[in-house]
């Protein structure tokens, strides 16, 4: 199916431990993010990435890697989880520029124990 | 520098009432303003989006939003609210430069009552 796919949507992992978010879009949309939200945040952008191996830090990357070898995909890695970092975590897409409209996807939730 | 405010984190509307979820922006750049809509355990979706054209901008499901410069908001109303409605709406502003950052205001959970 065409669109944008996270998995999983639901992983619960211990501290310490690391955790790889999947991203996969079909559309070849160049643009790619990752977001989490927490109550009384709204969204908070973690990296993004222009294109196939540009990427760059969003407002809250500590703690987190990315990275975008093939264009649909673009993996969040957390490399050793912290309770803080229990979130809903978002991958969107656009096509290009800033007044593009973003595709997310239907979220990951991860708690870290 | 941008930043989004919206203003009300609740808004209790009953139905068929008209909706006004307020949203205000600032932007060092000529920018580019959506709103978002997030139902339970959902992604977000585009409802509207202005990007230098009309002021008045029309979306989807009755929804609609007026940019107004001068007061640097971009409120988003509809005149009768649905059941449906309920759900997350972000006020969203990105600026129109090479520079990729897309801004997310708080959000305001609306409630319509039957």
């Known amino acids: 199916d065409a669109g944008i796919t996270q998995s999983p949507r639901y992983k619960i992992t211990e501290t310490g431990r690391q955790v790889t978010l999947m991203c996969h879009q079909t559309w070849s949309h160049s643009y790619m993010f990752w977001y989490r939200q927490d109550l009384g945040h709204g969204l908070r952008l973690i990296y993004y990435s222009a294109a196939a191996d540009i990427t760059d830090k969003g407002e809250v990357p500590d703690g987190y890697v990315v990275s975008r070898s093939k264009t649909e995909n673009f993996p969040l890695t957390l490399e050793s989880a912290t309770r803080s970092q229990t979130s809903v975590y978002f991958c969107?897409?656009?096509?290009?520029?800033?007044?593009?409209?973003?595709?997310f996807g239907e979220g990951s939730r991860l708690t870290v124990l | 520098a941008q930043s989004v405010t919206q203003l009300d984190s609740h808004v209790s509307v009953s139905e068929g009432t008209p909706v006004l979820l307020r949203c205000n922006y600032s932007s060092s750049y000529s920018p580019s303003l959506f709103w978002y809509v997030q139902h339970p355990n959902k992604g977000l979706q585009l409802l509207l989006k202005y990007t230098s054209a009309a002021t008045l901008v029309k979306g989807i499901n009755g929804f609609e939003a007026e940019f107004k410069k001068s007061e640097t908001s971009f409120h988003l109303t509809k005149p009768s609210a649905h059941m449906s409605d309920a759900a997350e709406y972000f006020c969203?502003?990105?600026?129109?430069?090479?520079?990729?950052?897309?801004?997310f205001g708080p959000g305001t959970s609306l409630s319509v009552i039957p």
């Open positions: 969203v502003v990105s600026a129109q430069t090479s520079y990729d950052k897309v801004i």
């Open positions: 969107a897409s656009r096509v290009g520029g800033t007044a593009g409209e973003l595709f």
